[in-house]
């Protein structure tokens, strides 16, 4: 379905649709910075449902939620297009687009990734760098290695731990273990 052409709300910014306000009502973090910074009170269902009105109507409004929306969901910065890798809200998409200045289809057109590869980041090795190719798979390397000792230090790591006093273990009994160990 095509996002509905934009309509003049008498201010800078088109009429919102349901999805968008649907978003922002979503959007707490957001909703409350713009009861915040109109009223001082945190947001009720009384203000939300007037913002609705206001910011068709009212240019200062529409400023404050544009602010509010570039500082709370965008960090400060106003958005271009939307990060490689990212997928966003319809209504969060609407929004970025609004405050951009463009509709929200040529805002997805523009947060599309470029066709074509992409450079390398190093460049290649030289032949004589490169190993020779393998015709069989690489075998794989055991989880464990077997440590002499291994059981003993286990047993003696046990019997540290029976001395424990609740979870603490005396420094005396670790400095003891450690100097048995460095002699073996």
Do not use: C, K
Request: proline share 11%.
């Amino acid at each position: 379905m095509a996002d509905p052409a934009p309509q003049s709300t008498g201010g800078r910014l088109p009429r919102a649709p349901a999805y968008a306000w649907a978003w922002l009502q979503r959007s707490r973090p957001v909703l409350e910075e713009v009861a915040r910074r109109l009223t001082g009170q945190p947001a009720t269902t009384a203000f939300v449902e007037g913002l609705r009105e206001q910011l068709a109507t009212d240019a200062f409004v529409q400023d404050i939620v544009v602010g509010s929306i570039a500082d709370v969901a965008f960090n400060g910065r106003l958005p271009t297009r939307r990060p490689a890798g990212t997928a966003w809200d319809r209504g969060l998409v609407w929004w970025a687009a609004a405050i951009a200045g463009v509709s929200p289809a040529e805002f997805e057109a523009r947060s599309r990734l470029p066709t074509g590869t992409q450079p390398a980041l190093f460049a290649a090795p030289p032949e004589a760098e490169r190993p020779p190719p393998t015709s069989r798979p690489a075998t794989r390397v055991p989880r464990r290695h077997q440590v002499p000792g291994r059981a003993a230090l286990a047993a003696a790591l046990r019997e540290l731990l029976a001395t424990a006093e609740g979870d603490q273990v005396p420094a005396s009994a670790v400095r003891q273990l450690l100097a048995e160990l460095e002699e073996d």
